[in-house]
């Protein structure tokens, strides 16, 4: 059995930072591509960041330069730096990973909410 934990959500004003952690636990035999999603209320799922198991990132263009994504692959752990954030960054983010065990399968955390006030 295989379980994200997500933390490092909250409250924080505008312009402010974040840090959101992921850990994985369970019978893991390897991590391929970690990632953040987010949702907004009443609004899809979107794809914030990705990071491969070698360290190749992505990101939305409406994080760039404001977000970072990195992961310690000795700690299956993926966190998310979030700096100068914006109230339009509220949501509900969510970790994804493509974990091998016997089998790959896409896991998903259970989310923290981060509200950023204006």
């Known amino acids: 059995q295989v379980q994200l934990v997500e933390s490092g959500g909250g409250l924080v004003q505008a312009g402010g930072s974040l840090r959101l952690s992921c850990a994985a636990s369970?019978?893991?035999?390897?991590?391929?591509?970690m990632a953040w999603y987010r949702q907004a209320p009443g609004k899809q799922r979107e794809l914030v960041a990705t990071i491969t198991s070698g360290g190749s990132t992505n990101y939305a263009d409406s994080v760039k330069g404001r977000f970072t994504i990195s992961r310690d692959n000795a700690k299956n752990t993926v966190y998310l730096q979030m700096n100068n954030l914006k109230p339009e960054d509220t949501a509900v983010y969510y970790c994804n990973a493509r974990i091998s065990t016997t089998v790959a399968l896409w896991h998903w955390g259970q989310g923290t909410q981060v509200t950023v006030s204006s």
């Open positions: 369970g019978s893991i035999f390897s991590i391929n591509t």
